[in-house]
């Protein structure tokens, strides 16, 4: 399945490569970036397997995660995107698409996240419809503003792998 290249003002949202493992893994070694997903930073090996999941979502489910690039430089921003992961947890997502984002710490704070969010929502909107959740720990403000102005709004509190999160929703808009 060919993964559609999705651009906006700043950024270019593109498949993931081979090529991308090393910008990839390094952005998930850093403890700033795990601290609210897994609590540990991520080794080369959890990385690659991450890389290999990314590329095995779309032929599988017809959708997945893009990397995200700045337009002007190609330097990697993050990566956002859309899966279906079966987590286990209660409340279910019943199958519905769930949003994530990904920023390295030098590009935070500068609006991407949004931007790349905002750009694969339109997607979403497009090509899959219904709603679409996330799932966010309830300390990440950062995350969490982001997914409020995608629309994203609460509808649980949960617990995953021993850990606190926050279930939104988005109801795609009529």
């Known amino acids: 399945m060919q993964i559609p290249v999705l651009e906006t003002p700043r950024l270019r949202l593109r498949g993931h490569t081979r ?7 390094a952005m998930w070694a850093e403890p700033a ?15 690659w397997g991450r890389l ?10 017809g959708f997945g995660y893009w990397l995200v690039e700045q337009k002007d430089t190609s330097q990697f921003v993050g990566e956002v995107g859309f899966a279906d992961f079966a987590r286990e947890i209660e409340p279910s997502f019943n199958g519905a698409p769930e949003q994530g984002w990904v920023i390295a ?10 931007e790349a969010v905002a750009a694969t929502l339109a997607w979403g909107d497009a090509h899959l419809g219904g709603d679409f959740v996330c ?5 990440n403000a950062a995350s969490l503003r982001v997914a409020q102005r995608a629309g ?5 509190r949960s617990t995953y792998k021993d ?3 926050v279930l939104s929703r988005r109801t795609r808009p009529s």
Do not use: N
């Open 19 to 25: 090529h991308d493992f090393e910008a990839s893994a």
């Open 52 to 61: 290999i999941r990314y590329h095995g979502l779309w032929p599988m489910i």
């Open 152 to 156: 994203y709004r609460e509808f649980a």
């Open 163 to 165: 850990g606190p999160s």
């Open 135 to 139: 799932m966010i720990h309830p300390e």
């Open 105 to 114: 710490p030098w590009a935070q704070g500068q609006g991407y996240a949004a």
């Open 33 to 47: 970036v795990e601290r609210y997903i897994r609590g540990k930073p991520s080794s080369r090996e959890d990385s």
